[in-house]
């Protein structure tokens, strides 16, 4: 009698086929990461004479070298970054957590008018220089966090995943059971249906810390304070520095100004800037990770 199978339980040959195509596409997913951090400890010399190699002929920390230079600022730049990450994804999570809940109650009057206003948000908005006004001349966020934090504490597409994650993972009865038993409308939320919300707010939670974590924009636009300066403009303006002196180097003709570009660890800095960059938060992926997936999967595809 022919064994059957099912979609779980697949053939020893397809189970070898899927396992070799996941393995290659997990390769071409971290290889390019890796080839960077590769570039980034290769001497500047070798890149020049041949090219990105796997294997480098000559291994340099140079490139890292030039961009600890910036000393204490490289320090306050990532303890700025670090801050605003932090505060900035609590704020996101408390404001868009509550607003998502509350439209995603039948029993709110108002839910369709509250989410007509978050779903215009997606399709329109004001524009960069209405908001640079309103966030300068009458908030008066001028150099100073809430700068950094507040144009992105709330975002329509977060809020459009959390009211759907609540909808199909929180059953009525049990908010009904809560009202029962006595408690008000916030301590059904916080005592019920947060515990039960985990994987939804671990998922908006990473995608709000990865925003903060790569916002460099809101930093060029509202900060000149040196002391505020996240890193990831930092890292911008290191960049902007060296293709001044780089250009300016090779304009002219002087001996100084060609030792000094052929010293400057052009490419190697670069790929040096985005492991800098990049591995702080790829740390932090794991903690998220257990939550990630269901998290996404139930919020964004039902409903």
Known sequence: MAKTRTLNQPSRLSNTVLNVIASIFSIACVFPFLF??????????ALATDGYRIIPKEWSVEAYKYIFKTGDQLLRSFGITVLVTVAG???????ISHFAYAISRSSFKYRNFFSFI???????????????????RMLHLKDTL????LPLAVNAFYIMI????????????????????????????????????????????????????NDWFNALLYIDNPNLVPLQALLMRIENSMQFLVTNSAMSSSGQGMALLSSLPQ????????????????????FFQRFFISGLTVGAVKG
């Open 36 to 45: 960077v951090v590769i570039i980034s400890f290769t001497n500047e010399k």
């Open 89 to 95: 994804a609590v704020l996101s999570l408390i404001l």
């Open 118 to 136: 978050a779903i215009f948000t997606m399709l329109f908005n004001g524009g960069m220089v209405p908001s640079y006004i309103i966030n300068t």
């Open 146 to 149: 809430w700068a950094l934090i």
């Open 162 to 213: 959390m009211r759907t994650f609540y909808r199909t993972t929180v059953p009525d009865a049990i908010i009904e059971a809560g009202k029962i038993d006595g408690a008000g409308e916030l301590r059904v939320f916080y005592s019920v249906v947060l515990p039960i919300s985990l994987p939804g707010l671990a998922t908006i939670g990473l995608f709000s810390t990865l925003g903060y974590w």
């Open 267 to 286: 490419d190697s800095a670069r790929m040096a800037m985005v492991v800098l960059a990049t591995v702080p938060i790829v740390l932090a992926y794991p």
